[in-house]
């Protein structure tokens, strides 16, 4: 019997629905970042810990949002990826203690300089999910989601690589800047789209609390800092992979950006998720 596209598109769904974009994005611009830095081998468990990490991460923060929205009666107002983790909660948490257990036997392997960051790093994880699920569903703390994800999930991505380093350069330093303005950007474009997709019960964020208007403007502010800052660094460094780098980071940020100007395309079939998470997949094209 020849399966049907639905049969062959649940798979593909289903780990859309686990992150697994966002972390094999992850995976892919941490390599992006070791070809940035010395020509010393990073240890080979950091893309593994940074993956398991990354998806525990999420997926705690989206199984947190499910226990504080309404009850399970009211699973049709939930979004399609928060009703998927409702359905599947048992599954997940077992899923989420062995990712736990395995990333703390490959902590045995790793160099001591990554595990302090990574210790460091994780209590602040943990914290900011404790405090998130403490606070009401509209405390004004939560605005500094967004930018705190940004900041986090870029940490993990670049600092993994940087403690294996002995310095770290201007060049570096200025193309994890505009990662993590891309990060941003991604997540202010969510929370916009978001609040498009659904108006009369969008979830608490930057967008329904600066407004539409402001958020866009932001986003404009950000796509052309980056790209001017990609262009900038294509100029002053001789480097041929920093170069490549600095472009590809520019073609994320504009990526982000063609969503913004075309909402009510991407708006279908959460299309606007796909390709937004689907950005950080483009430093493959430099590796």
Known sequence: MVPT???????LRNAYYLSFPVVLGAVLS???????????????????????????????DRLLDVQKAAPASSTRLLTPRHAFHRQHATDLWRGILAA?????VLCFFLPGSVI????????????????????????SALLLKEPLVAVLFSAGVWGSVW??????????????????????????????????ENPAQ???????????????TLLGWLTL?????????????SDRFAQRAALMLAIMSLVLYVIQRFPAYFLRN???????????WLPALVL
Do not use: K
């Not at 596209?5 to 798979?11: E, Q």
């Not at 080979?44 to 997926?59: D, F, G, K, R």
């Not at 959460?270 to 950080?280: I, S």
């Open 5 to 11: 596209f639905a049969a062959l598109l649940t798979p």
């Open 30 to 60: 941490n390599r992006m970042a070791v070809r940035l830095s010395d020509v010393v081998p990073v240890h080979w468990a950091t893309p593994i810990v940074l993956a398991l990490v990354v998806w525990m991460i999420y997926t705690i």
């Open 100 to 104: 736990a257990l395995l990333v703390l």
């Open 116 to 139: 302090r960051f990574g210790l460091v790093l994780g209590a602040v994880c943990v914290g900011y999910v404790f405090i998130v699920f403490r606070l009401p569903t509209r405390h």
């Open 163 to 196: 403690v294996q380093r002995p310095t770290v350069s201007g060049v570096e330093l200025t193309e994890s800047l505009m990662f993590m303005a891309i990060a941003f950007q991604n997540l202010v474009l969510f929370s916009v789209m978001e609040q498009w």
């Open 202 to 216: 969008p979830p608490f964020s930057l967008a329904t609390a600066w407004g539409i208007d402001r958020c866009m």
């Open 225 to 237: 800092g980056v790209v001017l800052t990609g262009l900038t660094l294509c100029f002053i460094t």
């Open 270 to 280: 959460e299309r606007y998720r796909w390709l937004g998470d689907g950005v950080f």
